[in-house]
């Protein structure tokens, strides 16, 4: 078990460029969440995946943002035009079925955008 | 809806020091309490949790006792370490499933 791996870990992008992250969960976790957070602020959710499936998506995911998780397994999370105010850090979390409540989830490193 | 408030940092002691960290939470049912730490430059870890009434979660020499009478989740620890400074979250999760709920965190600086 490697835990939650996410690439890239750092990324500097021009606004009006698309960005795409990447998140392995581990790999006998169905769910698998992605946040973002603000410097002086907690992780805020974006979206979450049950396998392959979308089954919530916060008011924060504009239509600039797509996330997919194929055959369940790694998600990426597309970012559109870009603009400053996306500049953050995205986290992935991972969890199975039967340990959401009792034991959290396990989160990824993150990777960091700044959007210049 | 669900939150979380915590205390505001950032919190300064100095090593051997007795910590506290407050949190209180709003939420429908019966959630599951958190608290994860976040070192510099890395992701959160899960640092302790309780998931019903009178429950204690402990690690590392932390503690936090889940007070559904004052919907509150102290973060407590006797003696604190430089290596603990870090920001610690407060979260609840109201149902398997369901996104976690963070709050905002508080610093945690502990000097020598």
Redesign the interface.
Known sequence: DTG?S?NPRHKITKRGQNVTFRCDPISEHN?L?W?RQTL??????LT?F?NEAQ??K?RLLSDRFSAERPKGSFSTLEIQRTEQGDSAMY?C?SSS?RS???????????TRLTVV | GDSVTQMEGPVTLSEEAFLTINCTYTATGYPSLFWYVQYPGEGLQLLLKATKADDKGSNKGFEATYRKETTSFHLEKGSVQVSDSAVYFCALSVKAGTALIFGKGTTLSVSS
């Open positions: 939650v996410q769910r969440y946040y002086g602020q907690g992780p805020e959710f979450y049950q089954l919530e916060s986290l979390a079925q959401d409540r009792g034991n959290g989830y396990t989160f990824g490193s993150g």
